[in-house]
């Protein structure tokens, strides 16, 4: 029997994110500070208003593209959050969460051999997704030593005459690290001069700590170059209920659509009416969300800086990105150890692109308590290492 399998799926790795999450579920008293999803229950209005839908029997297909009201509030949200106007017919995609939204788009925008910047540390979907498009990833190393912001400087290094599409991952996961409007603009500028158009996902948007959120899409002549991909998991602690928009050109979104049209039909029904109510009036509970984040990651700041151990500090998302470069292994071993040992499972920094190598990922969005637990342990496994060391 011939192989049913394409090399190229073949040759893709599984995500490195799961794994560690995977052996702790089966663990007993282990903690995982290892998966990225709100430890909040849905604000109680949209799961409400989830529930009302059902009960008023709206389980039919929407139109492709989303409901019209939820379009119409998206378009509203962005204008007031970001300071950029959409047209909701036009403009506008729901999506199966922001995932469908980074792999449509790069789909609908590659043509064969077309080259991505991707900057590293970053989300796992990007680099897959565009191989899957036919698209050429060039990873863009970031660094530390500029809290590893991307600048003018690295998309000089790796950019080329087959530059299509940059990827802008901000605010970042796995770092926490942020882009201001005034690191903004110098890549803009960058990016338009050399005619690149650009996916900004800003699926953490409402979780920054320093300031309000900046997008790419609202300097001059932005708007017209960039899709916007944002969501519901994150900042309205919806993971489940996989709900996401992007919205951007005319002349991408209808190939888009007409993508999501064949793949997905539309993106589920209930939870496109429950998100309209989460944009409409759940702004106080995503206040407070944020609020609990800043109080866990000014308390892991805090720690690691009583425990000696190194990390710059990250202003969204709910991670942070300690540097473990002083043991002399690497994240994978750091991490196994540290789970086999202590029962505290984080993710290698290596997840998410090899410059993520000697650091680790930790997120906050689990209680104080088991944070406080799980950094006990940790600070014993260091305390060890140390020790040994000596």
């Known amino acids: 029997m011939r192989n049913p399998l394409s090399k190229k799926i073949i040759d893709i790795q599984p995500s490195g994110i799961r794994k560690f999450f995977d052996v702790a579920n089966e663990m007993e008293d282990a903690i995982s500070l290892g998966v990225g999803e709100p430890d909040f229950d849905t604000p109680w209005r949209i799961r409400e208003e989830g529930i009302f839908s059902l009960e008023r029997g709206r389980t039919f297909y929407t139109s492709n593209a989303g409901l019209q009201d939820l379009r119409n509030e998206i378009c509203r949200y962005l204008k007031r959050k970001i300071g950029v106007s959409y047209d909701p017919k036009k403009e506008t995609l ?20 077309d080259e991505v910047l991707i900057p590293q540390p970053s989300y796992v979907s990007y680099l897959p997704c565009t191989l899957m498009a036919d698209g050429v990833p060039v990873v863009i190393p970031l660094q530390y030593e500029n809290e590893f912001k991307l600048t003018v400087e690295d998309l000089e290094k790796y950019t080329t005459p087959k530059t299509k599409v940059l990827v802008m991952p901000f605010p970042n996961n796995p770092t926490g690290s942020i882009m201001t409007k005034e690191d ?23 979780l920054t700590y320093m300031g309000e959120h900046a997008s790419i899409a609202s300097l001059p002549g932005m708007r017209e170059r ?23 050109p005319e002349n991408i979104i209808e190939q888009m659509t007409k993508l999501h049209q064949y793949a997905i039909m539309c993106a589920p029904t209930t939870s496109q009416y429950a998100a309209a109510e989460g944009l409409r009036n759940c702004e106080d509970e995503v206040q407070e969300m944020r609020r609990s984040y800043n109080e866990r990651r000014r308390f892991l700041m805090s720690e690691f800086k009583r425990m000696g151990l190194e990390c710059f500090e990250p202003y969204g998302a709910f991670y942070v990105f300690p540097s473990i470069k002083e043991f002399g292994m690497s994240s994978e071993e750091f991490a196994t150890r540290l789970l086999n040992e202590e029962k505290v499972a984080v993710v290698p920094g290596t997840a998410f692109g090899e410059c993520g190598e000697g650091f680790l990922r930790i997120s906050y969005a689990y209680s104080i308590e088991d944070l406080k637990e799980a950094l006990g342990r940790v600070e014993h496994f260091i305390g060890r290492l140390r020790g040994q060391r000596k």
């Open 184 to 206: 903004l603009e110098p890549v803009a500028e960058f990016v338009k001069e050399h005619d690149l158009f650009v996916i900004s996902d800003e699926i953490y948007s409402e």
């Open 94 to 113: 729901v999506t199966v969460g922001g995932s469908e939204a980074i792999d449509i788009g790069l789909r609908c925008m590659l043509d064969e051999g």
């Open 226 to 248: 960039t899709i916007v991909i944002n969501g519901f998991s994150k900042g309205f602690a919806m993971t489940g209920w996989r709900l996401g928009y992007c919205c951007g």
